[in-house]
């Protein structure tokens, strides 16, 4: 009888397992909706270590500012003012805040996260309206 239990318990165990895999979302491998041929982030951001990850942040944090800004000061919001290159936005990170201690890296962080979201006021209606948000 016990064993009919135990076996009871790993077929439940495996079934759950099972079906927990079958609604796990794959984000990683989606084509993205809009633009779908944004230029991926650099690849070195993806090995940065995680002692220093306010460092992606901050990166991050930078080019979404740049195209929301690109964005609001010329009206358009075509995939290459919406998606530029990552390049411009690489060359200031390396530059000028590559070396910044964790508080001041948070500290930028929290400045590109402002012009972000002041820019994306005036980007996100475009942006709408042409089909690209």
């Excluded at 165990?13 to 895999?21: K, L, Q």
């Excluded at 010329?74 to 070396?99: H, M, Q």
Aim: charged share 20%; glycine share 4%; hydrophobic share 40%.
């Amino acid at each position: 009888m016990k064993l009919i239990h135990v076996a009871f318990i790993l077929l439940v165990a495996f079934s759950a397992n099972y079906a927990s895999a079958q609604i796990t979302p794959t984000l990683g491998s989606e084509t993205p909706r809009v633009c779908p041929d944004q230029p991926p982030q650099p690849e070195w951001l993806d090995r940065i270590p995680l002692r220093e990850a306010q460092n992606k942040v901050l990166i991050q944090q930078m080019y979404r500012a740049q195209s929301m800004q690109a964005v609001a000061e010329s009206g358009d919001c075509s995939c290459e003012t919406r998606f530029p290159s990552w390049a411009t936005v690489e060359t200031i990170f390396l530059e000028a805040y590559a070396n910044l201690d964790r508080w001041g890296a948070t500290e930028r962080t929290e400045q590109y996260r402002d012009i972000a979201n002041e820019n994306r006021r005036v980007a996100k209606p475009i942006c709408e309206q042409q089909g690209n948000w």
